[in-house]
């Protein structure tokens, strides 16, 4: 939350005023170590059908698909965790998404899997520079052969130039 005043009263306003685009941000969750080199992110905001792991509260270790996200109320809902009412019937938990982990993310949404790193400048020059570095080591491990030099011996017997006699 951008909130630029420190009053209290202000802070909830803008708490209960948000709008939609910011909402979703705060609806965002941790995704797990084996699901984060495949999206390349260490969170992304949750979706109806992603599969989620409860990770704070009494429900701590509960596993199951979002049935509903309330934007509204900032709240998300998992499906079969629910209380029984004293008629009989269920009422589903609210939950915050701070308090969840993404196991697994729906892939129906192709913008959302679709979008890859975009590579600068900067990060070729690394990528070269590591190139580098790799093709280094490897001629370093590999003993280089001895090339064998041939010394010339001239008509006199001697090695290397002809001496060119001295004019007096």
Do not use: C
């Not at 080591?137 to 130039?161: I, M, Q």
């Amino acid at each position: 939350m951008n909130v630029k005043s420190s009053k209290p009263k202000k802070q909830r306003k803008f708490f209960y005023k948000m709008p939609l685009h910011k909402r979703q941000k705060n609806l965002a969750s941790n995704v797990s170590q084996a699901l984060r080199a495949s999206v390349g992110s260490r969170a992304l905001s949750l979706r109806k059908g992603d599969k989620v792991k409860v990770m704070r509260g009494s429900n701590k270790g509960f596993e199951g698909k979002v049935s509903h996200i309330s934007y509204d109320k900032l709240q998300v809902f998992i499906e079969k965790l629910g209380v029984k009412k004293g008629d009989g019937s269920e009422r589903p938990i609210p939950l915050h998404a701070s308090n969840l982990m993404i196991t697994s993310i729906d892939k129906n949404d192709a913008r959302r899997i679709g979008k890859e790193k975009k590579t600068t400048k900067k990060d070729k020059k690394t990528e070269e520079k590591k190139v580098e570095k790799t093709e280094k080591k490897e001629k370093a491990e590999k003993p280089e052969e001895k090339k064998k030099t041939v010394k010339k011996v001239n008509d006199d017997g001697e090695k290397g130039r002809k001496k060119k006699p001295k004019k007096n």
